[in-house]
């Protein structure tokens, strides 16, 4: 008969046999890394989805197989390199985010009932130990010391959830949220419906902007606007500006204001101000005015499109600060977070780079662009990446096939081997 002392030493020889016969190869590919001279310090060796470095580590993926008494088994895993180009967390996790405050999210197998597995994510420190151990549906890195992590659906919640928990992996909001984003300067996007992001809450949970406060209407610079009418929209915590819309619209805008109005994307705060998508509204000033003098409720931005005759113009992009305040006028067609004091954005189908009065420092000229990091941003000039500094020239020479931002001093390129 067997104790329970050896049936752990049979499963401990077992585990060894399979581990010593387990070998792993690293997908080859054109991705190696750069210093910030443009200097190639890890030859091209990595296939696509090798990551950015983040606290001195990047993910890599690894063809592993496992040799085992009848068959092999292979299955593709990520491990981490170091800035050596050297694996010093072995290969066996299914999916893998970033290094953040000293944790990073993988995805493992976990035993669910004897023989069956599941999927979950957990976290791991920098010697690949389990600090948090699997049971979230998904996850993400730390950011401000939280980790946005998500459970799988279950009554009465139609969708898997979103949760916050700390690094010990308690939950420090347990609100269930359809939909989230990571905090950043406090404040992270939530929703709770259907219809994307509600507004932004911070680390107690409180909501700090509302989507149905983020908008505003804008009359053109005629000065002919009634001042009842502004009245109205104030009394409403209405937002108003002025601006010559007219000359980017081709119809007639004589009697009538627009509507700005959020309905899904809230970006990410950084250094105060944070990207929004904005749908854009052309409606009639007496037909506004009617409605609100007539209301003894108060309207949001979001019930005055439904109780209104509007024109739809399209999206745009703009950004608020920390009120909810329109700062930067909605008029890109795309736009990225500040980062060293400029951010990217595109109009014509052209990036170029503007202060955080929304004024172009950078003009529009590039096909792709991210956000400045380490004093450099990438972009690409017909097909090809290279870097540029704040005066908009090149610091690296557009010559790579494919680029990421700099982090710890190091940046993910492609370079196709002839």
Same mark, same amino acid.
């Given at each position: 008969?067997?104790?329970?002392?050896?049936? #752990?030493?049979?499963?401990?020889?077992?585990?060894?046999?399979?581990?010593?016969?387990?070998?792993?190869?690293?997908?080859?590919?054109?991705?190696?890394?750069?210093?910030?001279?443009?200097?190639?310090?890890?030859?091209?060796? #990595?296939?696509?989805?090798?990551?950015?470095?983040?606290?001195?580590?990047?993910?890599?993926? $690894?063809?592993?197989?496992?040799?085992?008494? #009848?068959?092999?088994?292979?299955?593709?895993?990520?491990?981490?390199?170091?800035?050596?180009?050297?694996?010093?967390?072995?290969?066996?996790?299914?999916?893998?985010? =970033?290094?953040?405050?000293?944790?990073?999210?993988?995805?493992?197998?976990?035993?669910?009932?004897?023989?069956?597995?599941?999927?979950?994510? !957990? #976290?791991?420190?920098?010697?690949?130990?389990?600090?948090?151990?699997?049971?979230?549906?998904?996850?993400?890195?730390?950011?401000?010391?939280?980790?946005?992590?998500?459970?799988?659906?279950?009554?009465?919640?139609?969708?898997?959830?979103?949760?916050?928990?700390?690094?010990?992996?308690?939950?420090?909001?347990?609100?269930?949220?359809?939909?989230?984003?990571?905090?950043?300067?406090?404040?992270?996007?939530?929703?709770? !419906?259907?219809?994307?992001?509600?507004?932004?809450?911070?680390?107690?949970?409180?909501?700090?902007?509302? =989507?149905?406060?983020?908008?505003?209407?804008?009359?053109?610079?005629?000065?002919?606007?009634?001042?009842?009418?502004?009245?109205?929209?104030?009394?409403?915590?209405?937002?108003?500006?002025?601006?010559?819309?007219?000359?980017?619209?081709?119809?007639?805008?004589?009697?009538?204001?627009?509507?700005?109005?959020?309905?899904?994307?809230?970006?990410?705060?950084?250094?105060?101000?944070?990207?929004?998508?904005?749908?854009?509204?052309?409606?009639?000033?007496?037909?506004?005015?009617?409605?609100?003098?007539?209301?003894?409720?108060?309207?949001?931005?979001?019930?005055?499109?439904? $109780?209104?005759?509007?024109?739809?113009?399209?999206?745009?992009?703009?950004?608020?600060?920390?009120?909810?305040?329109?700062?930067?006028?909605?008029?890109?067609?795309?736009?990225?977070?500040?980062?060293?004091?400029? $951010?990217?954005?595109?109009?014509?189908?052209?990036?170029?780079?503007?202060?955080? $009065?929304?004024?172009?420092?950078?003009?529009?000229?590039?096909?792709?662009?991210?956000?400045?990091?380490?004093?450099?941003?990438?972009?690409?000039?017909?097909?090809?990446?290279?870097?540029?500094?704040?005066?908009?020239?090149?610091?690296?020479?557009?010559?790579?096939?494919?680029?990421?931002?700099?982090?710890?001093?190091?940046?993910?390129?492609?370079i196709r081997s002839n």
């Open positions: 008969m067997m104790t329970r002392k050896n049936i #752990f030493a049979v499963l401990y020889f077992i585990g060894f046999l399979i581990a010593s016969c387990t070998k792993y190869e690293i997908f080859e590919g054109d991705f190696g890394y750069i210093d910030r001279t443009g200097k190639i310090v890890i030859k091209p060796q #990595f296939d696509s989805l090798a990551s950015d470095f983040s606290e001195g580590l990047a993910s890599v993926r $690894a063809r592993v197989r496992q040799k085992l008494v #009848f068959f092999e088994k292979k299955a593709d895993y990520f491990g981490f390199i170091d800035k050596e180009g050297n694996v010093v967390i072995n290969p066996s996790y299914i999916s893998v985010g =970033r290094f953040s405050d000293g944790l990073a999210p993988v995805k493992a197998w976990q035993p669910k009932v004897l023989w069956r597995y599941d999927q979950k994510w !957990g #976290f791991i420190d920098h010697f690949g130990k389990t600090i948090i151990k699997p049971k979230f549906y998904n996850a993400s890195s730390f950011s401000e010391g939280l980790a946005r992590v998500q459970f799988e659906k279950r009554f009465p919640y139609l969708y898997p959830f979103y949760n916050f928990i700390d690094k010990s992996g308690e939950i420090i909001i347990d609100t269930p949220y359809t939909d989230a984003r990571d905090f950043h300067e406090g404040l992270a996007a939530v929703g709770r !419906g259907y219809y994307g992001y509600d507004g932004y809450i911070n680390e107690k949970e409180r909501m700090i902007i509302k =989507r149905s406060s983020v908008g505003a209407v804008v009359f053109p610079n005629d000065k002919s606007t009634d001042a009842s009418l502004l009245y109205e929209l104030r009394r409403h915590n209405i937002h108003v500006y002025f601006d010559n819309f007219a000359s980017e619209l081709d119809t007639d805008v004589l009697g009538k204001c627009m509507l700005i109005i959020n309905y899904f994307y809230f970006g990410d705060f950084s250094q105060g101000l944070a990207p929004v998508d904005f749908s854009r509204e052309l409606i009639n000033q007496n037909e506004l005015e009617y409605t609100l003098g007539n209301s003894s409720e108060n309207y949001s931005i979001n019930d005055l499109s439904g $109780a209104l005759k509007a024109v739809k113009l399209g999206d745009r992009l703009g950004y608020i600060d920390k009120t909810g305040m329109i700062v930067i006028k909605p008029v890109f067609d795309g736009a990225l977070n500040f980062s060293e004091g400029l $951010a990217p954005a595109r109009k014509g189908g052209k990036w170029g780079f503007i202060d955080q $009065a929304g004024e172009y420092v950078i003009k529009p000229q590039f096909d792709k662009a991210l956000s400045f990091s380490e004093g450099m941003a990438c972009v690409s000039v017909s097909g090809k990446y290279g870097y540029i500094g704040k005066d908009g020239n090149f610091v690296i020479q557009p010559t790579f096939d494919n680029a990421s931002s700099f982090s710890d001093g190091l940046a993910r390129v492609k």
